[in-house]
């Protein structure tokens, strides 16, 4: 091949290597095929790419290669470098130009050194050194500065001991070699940079994310927690789901892109929340608003005891000096002498102390609230009591009662639907976002972890057909999430087995995927998810054969 067909071949190669490092997304593994393709066109044996650390100030080893020694470091090779960086100052705040790569960095310029050995001006001491611990002879080399756009100086390529391509006898590196070379250094240059711009953009994108999910933790460290473990849990869900190889959901795969878009939904999942009033996400008792309104109950039985007292000492004293029709507890007998009059007396104490104790039993939320013990609110209601204004009322106000009589949990239906509107607004502040092609299913994952595979869920009431497989695995990471998170204010987390018989429950009614319950089942998902995130405590021995709707494979 004459010299005019090699150099159209090697301009050829130049442009293929520009369009494979404007493909590469991982940073080492472009970084590796700049090093790759620029001793490939030059023919040289060895190469070193550094990158310029502007606040060391110094040049960091990244990729190291030395084909004839065998050498690869750096990369994607595993192996680390451990030599030092290039000082490109020195202690007095000089310029180091005593190295070549040091000069080419500080300097901008290229230096190409047919022999080392023979050259004038620059340090080779160290490059010596390695030569005769490894019987190598460093001759010819090609030192490039990678400038960026801004024409900062961002890394330096150095080759050496160019091969000539017919008898593989070590030659000088030509001036084409140096051109083609300056011509890849800057298309590396402008490829490692987007790299990083892109990079730096999702990492302000995730720290903007991390930013909403602080100003809710602020809000509720118990949402906060939340929004930090449904993401993780949501990926070793995908994860599984990825590595299964039978089952119907055997043919679904997920690429570094479907990663990182349900990594991005996972993290959005709830940021609705930080419009849910505070009082609302943190309820821990019933009559909790700013404050717990037991407080005002327990003063309301004061008064009463205070009147039954004051009862009793007129019953037993002086009738006439009140009015007893008038008081709260004027079922007190008269007349009954007063041994009667003291024990009914102290009837009524008890029975006010029993009431409020129950009051109290009644503020917490539980599973489910009996009919009888919200009835015995309702007449406890029903009590008369005299404010601060003088006047007469029942002793528990409608809402006190609405909230004293709630079935299950702590919240109002009322408050329920406060608490389900954050989806909506959820699904209204991501939709709003210009998402690029790469997260444009966000919204649709994020958005759909509160609806049902039966149609009954919110706020779109989907069903499973309609809905992607990562809103559904997402769905399942909220609810276990929930049955386990050892830090709400309304309850304890839950075992690895009663969470486990209440997910089970959730797939034979229809609520979730009954696929990626039993994926999640028989890949132990719920096990790695508990030795990272459970106390001990819930870590419970689990018998799959007792958990409802798991069907294991054959």
Not at 70 to 90: H, R
Not at 172 to 189: C, G, M, R
Not at 262 to 280: E, F, N, R, S
Not at 322 to 332: C, D, E, K, N
Request: hydrophobic share 40%; aromatic share 6%.
């Amino acid at each position: 091949m004459d010299s005019a067909d090699n150099l159209l071949h090697r301009l050829k190669e130049l442009n293929e290597i520009g369009i494979a490092l404007s493909k590469q997304r991982n940073i080492n593994s472009l970084l590796e095929t700049i090093m790759v393709a620029a001793k490939r066109i030059t023919n040289a044996d060895a190469g070193t790419l550094y990158l310029h650390e502007p606040e060391q100030r110094v040049l960091r080893f990244e990729i190291l290669r030395t084909d004839s020694l065998n050498i690869a470091m750096g990369g994607t090779s595993g192996v680390p470098i451990k030599y030092y960086p290039v000082q490109l100052y020195d202690a007095a705040g000089n310029p180091n130009h005593a190295m070549v790569v040091s000069h080419a960095a500080l300097s901008g310029e290229t230096v190409n050194i047919p022999d080392a050995y023979a050259a004038e001006g620059y340090d080779f001491s160290g490059t010596k050194n390695f030569d005769a611990k490894n019987g190598y002879r460093s001759t010819s080399f090609l030192t490039v500065p990678m400038r960026d756009h801004e024409d900062q100086v961002i890394g330096v390529l150095q080759l050496i001991n160019a091969q000539d391509r017919e008898s593989g006898a070590i030659v000088p590196f030509s001036k084409d070699d140096q051109q083609l070379l300056e011509s890849l250094a800057s298309q590396a240059a402008i490829a490692l940079t987007n790299r990083r711009l892109i990079k730096q953009l999702e990492e302000l994108f995730e720290s903007l994310i991390n930013l909403i999910n602080t100003a809710i933790d602020d809000k509720s460290p118990y949402t906060g927690g939340h929004c930090a473990r449904v993401p993780v849990l949501t990926m070793m869900i995908a994860e599984a789901v990825n590595r299964t190889e039978r089952g119907p959901l055997k043919d679904f795969v997920m690429t570094d892109k479907d990663r990182y878009e349900l990594k991005i939904a996972g993290m959005l999942h709830d940021c609705g929340k930080i419009t849910t009033p505070v009082h609302v996400v943190d309820k821990s008792t019933k009559l909790q608003t700013i404050f717990d309104r037991i407080y005002l109950l327990d003063t309301r039985f004061e008064v009463l005891k205070r009147d039954a007292e004051i009862a009793m000492l007129r019953k037993g004293g002086s009738e006439a000096a009140g009015h007893p029709s008038a008081s709260p507890l004027r079922g007190l007998r008269k007349g009954n002498g007063e041994a009667a009059i003291r024990a009914e007396y102290e009837a009524r104490i008890q029975q006010l102390d029993d009431d409020r104790e129950f009051l109290r039993h009644c503020n917490f939320g539980g599973e489910a609230m009996p009919e009888e013990a919200q009835q015995r609110v309702r007449q406890i209601a029903a009590y008369q009591w005299r404010d601060v204004s003088g006047g007469l009322g029942n002793f528990l106000s409608d809402d006190e009662v609405e909230n004293l009589t709630i079935h299950a949990g702590t919240l109002t239906a009322a408050e329920r639907e406060i608490i389900n509107h954050h989806i909506v607004v959820t699904i209204k502040m991501l939709e709003s976002l210009p998402w690029p092609r790469h997260l444009k299913n966000v919204p649709e994952y994020a958005g759909g972890h509160h609806e049902r595979m039966d149609g009954k869920g919110y706020p779109k009431g989907l069903t499973r057909e309609q809905m992607s497989v990562q809103a559904r695995v997402m769905g399942i990471a909220d609810i276990f999430e929930a049955l386990t998170a050892k830090d709400r204010p309304y309850k304890h987390g839950k075992t690895l087995t009663e969470s486990l018989t209440i997910l089970g429950k959730f797939k034979l009614n229809g609520h979730i995927d009954p696929d990626l319950f039993d994926i999640f089942m028989r890949e132990k998902v719920y096990l790695t998810y508990a030795q990272q995130f459970l106390h001990p405590a819930q870590i419970d021995e689990v018998d799959v054969s007792n958990i409802p709707g798991y069907q294991p494979l054959d």
